[in-house]
């Protein structure tokens, strides 16, 4: 299939025939000839696309700022888009691998001006045992061995018109040789060095320092003789430089503490030492933190006195984030406003006159237009969303942004990170698959089949995509009247899956090879009649009931009630304010977000949950109700185990608890639902067997989903090869979440 967007600078765009409309591009990107009969690429071919969007009354401005180009020194980049580095484990003893190269080849595919590596460790600090899992991942920096590697990454970005960075990394210690991994060194020995380190058992010596700054020299010059563009000098989220550079961890009383010339002064050491290696003409690039977020730490106060002492010895760029790794205050997690931090870049913006781009949590492309037009930025960094779609900046370059696959920040990549796994995606398996799988694009089906896929929820809408992205023709049947499955309870609760289920919802009505029946129901005899080579059922997973007195009762909600509300029906057993809540609803045309609305009203003729609201299941789905329904109600939470949430990943489970807890939730562990009465709720401790009685006019069920498999047992006798996947594979004991669905759904399909 053609590209639509540009490869080398200048590159003349592949042809097609002037007949012919080039339905979608590899990436799945719809492309159409121009009058000549070629496929308009690049910059120019954004431009134009979006002028002819505005004939069509669309906001011909919107995200043309975007596609400019902009220089960080003597290296041209051509747009604002820049995907900041990550690691991703995607490494073999810290060199670089086949996954990593197509890893960030995809990206440069994808059109993104600027793609950094990271992070890349200057010196070997983890020759013991055992090594830290958060650091494995990372590649390596400090021989000539890494030289290839990093070579190879450059030139399959430079083949595509992407330039590249390294970002050159000391952790969080100087690990000595000897027999203790966790010795552990710092600029004072007061502060604790980290949150995967503990306190350090000694400061920094002057000596110890020379020896880093010339491994950042040395790095440095690996890295330009492998040709890299740009240098980037991380100093920022409370790693070693950052840790010098801040008020929090740097007590130092020598040359390198007290003062901001001193405080920066192992970051101007580093800087003159690239300088020197590398000469005067290979860019640098700092990442910093503008405000470190700790108690007595650096705010953006400190940090504007600091640019100019550290611009002063040559720096061609400013990339923008917040906070130390221990911040109390979670910075990229999704209870985290979008653009919550851009503030600080703008200031930054206010002392120099040096590219500024900021770099916490941003993954929209309204965002990212408001940071380019609104003075936040000179552009815009973003991981996750690169992540989550490579060809983010290429799909708006050819004037179709509308087919930006979303990225609903739920860190999973980032969970997976910090146990020393490799990168995952909810919304984009391709990350999990690697080269090894490849494309669904680049491996079309050797033998085209009819495949009848079975529930148009995350894994049957995967499926369908991805098996038709493959060339086969697919049959997608739902009962519901809108695809999403269960993602349609999950929205009205949480607003960043909306996005998503219509990305996916476009995604599968506008693709040629997949007939969508909604509103259908089946049997195993209904798919016979299709005649299909193949079939896929993903049914969703049965939503997990409780049985104890009173649970039928009409102050009670249950997941399903809410399933069947998004499905547009009374539940069974619901009164008049069921009745008119529905009815509400369908007047507004059934949205996701007059549902949101709904859900949450707590007063008024149409209210189904009162002001005090008892949900049971402490796991990921009742955390999330909970945070979602708290304004203005007094919420109890309670959960049979010990702890909670279960299902929720590493990054976000503290802080969700965190939060909800600030938000009033009282929060009831080793506590189980006995009996429901009018008046309130009887619980009881698991452990002691004490009962409670909690007054509250709603009782709400939130336990997540289990097995179902009624479909497919009854499919499986006429189709002994069909497949089974999504959330009604979900084993006793564990939560599914969209990931693994989403998983399933492209592994199934890049199996015909």
């Avoid at 990593?100 to 013991?128: H, P």
């Avoid at 970051?267 to 933190?289: A, F």
């Avoid at 040096?354 to 960094?381: H, Q, W």
Wanted: hydrophobic share 40%.
């Amino acid at each position: 299939m053609e590209r639509v967007f540009r490869t080398e600078a200048g590159e003349s765009a592949p042809k097609v025939s002037s007949a012919r409309i080039v339905r979608r591009d590899e990436v799945g990107c719809r492309a159409f000839p121009d009058s000549s009969g070629s496929v308009r690429s690049g910059h120019t071919a954004g431009k134009n696309a979006l002028r002819g969007k505005a004939e069509r009354g669309f906001d011909v401005a919107k995200y043309q700022k975007l596609l400019e180009p902009f220089s960080i020194g003597n290296v041209e980049l051509r747009n604002r888009f820049v995907m900041l580095p990550m690691t991703i484990e995607k490494v073999d003893n810290y060199h670089v691998t086949d996954d990593l190269v197509d890893f960030y080849e995809q990206r440069a595919k994808g059109g993104v001006s600027l793609i950094e590596i990271g992070s890349a460790y200057v010196c070997d600090c983890f020759n013991t045992e055992p090594k830290y899992h958060t650091t494995t991942g990372a590649c390596g920096i400090w021989a000539d061995e890494f030289k290839p590697g990093l070579q190879r990454v450059a030139e399959v970005c430079h083949k595509h018109g992407t330039k590249v960075a390294v970002q050159l990394q000391l952790c969080y210690e100087w690990r000595a040789t000897g027999d203790d991994p966790l010795l552990s060194y710092a600029p004072s020995k007061d502060v604790q060095s980290g949150p995967f380190v503990g306190m350090p058992e000694r400061e920094y010596t002057k000596e110890e320092i020379a020896i880093v700054v010339k491994q950042y020299g040395e790095a440095a010059k690996r890295a330009k003789d492998s040709g890299i563009d740009i240098i980037e000098i991380h100093a920022g989220i409370g790693y070693m430089v950052m840790r010098f550079l801040s008020k929090y961890s740097n007590h130092r009383t020598d040359e390198y503490g007290g003062s901001p010339e001193n405080r920066a002064r192992l970051l101007t050491e580093i800087i003159d030492e690239v300088h020197k290696t590398c000469g005067d003409d290979m860019p640098i690039l700092i990442r910093i933190s503008a405000d470190d977020l700790m108690p007595g730490g650096n705010r953006i106060e400190d940090t504007k006195e600091l640019i100019p002492i550290i611009e002063a010895h040559g720096v061609d760029a400013w990339s923008v984030q917040a906070g130390f790794h221990e911040a109390p205050r979670p910075v990229a997690n999704q209870i985290v406003p979008e653009g919550e931090f851009i503030g600080l870049a703008k200031e930054v913006k206010s002392v120099t006159n040096k590219p500024v781009f900021p770099g916490t949590r941003i993954n929209s492309l309204d965002m990212c237009d408001k940071v380019v037009n609104e003075g936040y930025g000179d552009a815009v960094g973003m991981a996750r969303q690169f992540i989550a779609d490579p060809e983010t900046a290429g799909k708006v370059a050819a004037g179709h942004p509308e087919q930006v696959r979303p990225c609903i920040v739920c860190s999973r990549c980032l969970d997976n990170i910090f146990i020393g796994k490799p990168c995952q995606c909810s919304v984009n398996a391709n990350v999990w698959q690697g080269a090894e799988v490849g494309l669904p694009q680049d491996k079309p089906a050797e033998q085209k089949k009819h495949i009848v896929i079975i529930g148009a929820g995350p894994g049957g809408l995967e499926a369908s995509r991805v098996a038709a992205l493959r060339g086969h023709k697919v049959t997608l049947i739902d009962k519901s009247d809108r695809v999403g499955g269960l993602l349609n309870m999950a929205q009205v609760l949480n607003e960043h899956m909306e996005p998503f289920v219509e990305w996916w919802g476009n995604e599968i009505k506008l693709h040629p090879n997949v007939e969508l029946r909604l509103k259908t129901e089946v049997t195993a005899a209904d798919i016979k009649a299709l005649n299909p080579d193949e079939v896929v059922v993903a049914p969703g997973g049965g939503v997990i009931q409780i049985d104890v007195p009173g649970i039928d009762g009409k102050n009670v909600v249950k997941s399903e009630d809410i399933k069947a509300m998004v499905g547009g029906h009374v539940p069974e057993g619901k009164g008049l304010i069921w009745k008119a809540a529905v009815a509400a609803i369908k007047a507004q045309g059934g949205t996701v977000g007059f549902m949101r609305f709904g859900l949450n009203m707590s007063t008024g003729p149409t209210a189904i949950v009162g002001k005090r609201v008892v949900i049971v299941g402490g796991g990921f789905a009742g955390l999330e109700c909970a945070e979602a329904m708290c304004e203005g109600r007094e919420i109890t939470v309670i959960e049979e185990a010990k702890k909670l949430g279960n299902g929720i990943g590493i990054i976000d489970k503290n802080p969700t608890i965190n939060l909800v807890k600030s938000k009033g939730v009282k929060l009831m562990p080793l506590t189980k639902l006995v009996e429901v009465t009018k008046k309130g709720a009887r619980v009881q401790n698991v452990e002691t067997g004490e009962e409670t009685f909690i007054e509250c006019d709603t009782v709400l069920t939130s336990l997540g989903v289990e097995q179902n498999t009624k479909l497919y047992d009854e499919v499986v006798k006429v189709f002994p090869d069909a497949k089974l996947i999504g959330d009604a594979t979900t084993p006793e004991g564990k939560v599914y979440r969209t990931l693994e669905a989403t998983k399933g759904g492209y592994e199934v399909a890049m199996s015909f």
